[in-house]
């Protein structure tokens, strides 16, 4: 079995065109702990300059990142992916303030 899990951010504008920072992290399942990717990476893994139209588009406006740390199968977390304007304020994932659109799973 595969013990690799991936986590991948969509972003999409309402209207015209954008270039976008995109930033992903992995959290408890409270959502107030980072667990991946860690203190290294304080605003999380950024993906930067990506383009991001309204749907529907033929343009991929996704990525996949992997998930480097051994998870504890069974248990709970939160993907947060946080899309900011290209060379805007990056996140800090570490402060309870940060807003990101969150996702929970439970790894396998």
């Known amino acids: 079995m595969d013990d690799r899990l991936y986590m991948n951010a969509e972003w999409r504008t309402t ?12 959290e408890d399942a409270t959502g107030q702990e980072v667990v991946y990717p860690g203190t290294s990476m304080p605003n999380g893994m950024p993906s930067y300059n990506m383009a991001a139209w309204p749907t529907p588009q ?5 990525k996949e990142y992997p998930v480097g740390k051994a998870l504890v199968h069974g248990e709970k977390y939160q ?10 304020a990056k996140p800090n994932i570490f402060s309870p303030a940060v807003q990101g659109n969150q996702l929970g799973i439970v790894y396998p």
């Open 15 to 26: 209207s015209g065109s954008a270039l976008v920072d995109v930033y992903i992290w992995l």
């Open 79 to 88: 993907v947060s992916v946080s899309v900011r304007e290209q060379g805007g």
């Open 58 to 62: 033929i343009h991929p406006q996704w």
